[in-house]
């Protein structure tokens, strides 16, 4: 499903809404929520939502588990880590028990990083369908989201829940979710605002089916429900007049 939203503002209330939604909901069918963040820009103001009234008053905060999509392999200092951002956007303004709260660190060695954020992810689920409640994501005008990038051999992985990455341009190893767990979750939301990822947004909605170059269409949750929330400026290729505009 899609929806279209005026601007970052109002589509950042209604992912932090939804958010607060899903919380509410996991809590009272199973005890627990758990989501899985999304790095970048685009998410900050969603964070921002969630640490302040009434948002912040309105969530189960002791009984959510948080989770990353992605992380860049820097110190959890470093002002590129998407931990980073959501803590001091969000996480550090909220009652969230610090050890239901995981972050991927692996500056040192991804590859192990990798290996102990599955195990993390296995011993959360302790033997139960490994479904996230929620999970965040972004796009890339590239075509990709987490980390999983074009022509990376991660795109082919069947198994493994979470893979290091290196990522050349950047010089720099990523961990990530892998498309077998992210499509398993209860809910994908992907948040896509500005002009620039207008053609990107179009290819990956309305395109050939080609995720060796569009990875994120590999992102197809079964029998989960897939959200794309856009703000008008990302949504200015496709046909209006098909997907909702709320206000």
């Known amino acids: 499903m899609m929806e279209v939203y005026p601007d970052l503002e109002s589509l ?41 009234p009434p948002l912040k008053d309105q969530a189960p905060w002791d009984r959510v588990h948080v989770f990353w999509g992605d992380e860049r392999c820097v110190d959890l200092n470093d002002s590129r880590s998407n931990a980073r951002l959501a803590q001091a956007a969000w996480l550090d303004r ?5 050890n239901q709260i995981h972050p991927m660190n692996c500056a040192a060695d991804p590859a192990a990083a990798a290996r102990q954020y599955e195990a993390q992810l296995r011993e959360f689920f302790a033997g139960q369908p490994p479904i996230l409640d929620l999970v965040f994501l972004g796009l890339g005008e590239d075509g990709h989201t987490a980390s999983l ?19 050349a341009e950047a010089d720099l190893y990523r961990v990530t979710l892998t498309a077998p767990l992210i499509n398993q979750a209860a809910v994908v939301a992907f948040l896509v605002a500005g002009g620039a990822k207008a053609g990107v947004l179009r290819a990956v909605l309305h395109g050939p089916r080609d995720p060796e170059r569009l990875p994120a269409q590999l992102i197809q949750p079964q029998p989960g429900e897939l ?19 709320l206000t």
């Open 12 to 52: 950042s209330q209604a992912a932090a809404t939804l958010l607060v939604e899903q919380a509410n909901l996991a809590v009272a069918a199973r005890g627990r929520f758990s989501v899985a963040l999304s790095g970048g820009a685009t998410p900050r103001r969603t964070y921002e939502l969630l640490a302040a």
């Open 94 to 98: 909220v009652p969230i028990p610090g």
């Open 149 to 167: 990038f074009p022509g990376a051999m991660v795109l082919a992985e069947a198994e493994r829940w979470a893979a290091a990455v290196y990522v």
């Open 227 to 245: 959200l794309w929330l856009t703000d008008l400026a990302a949504a200015s290729s496709l046909a209006l007049d098909a997907s909702p505009i």
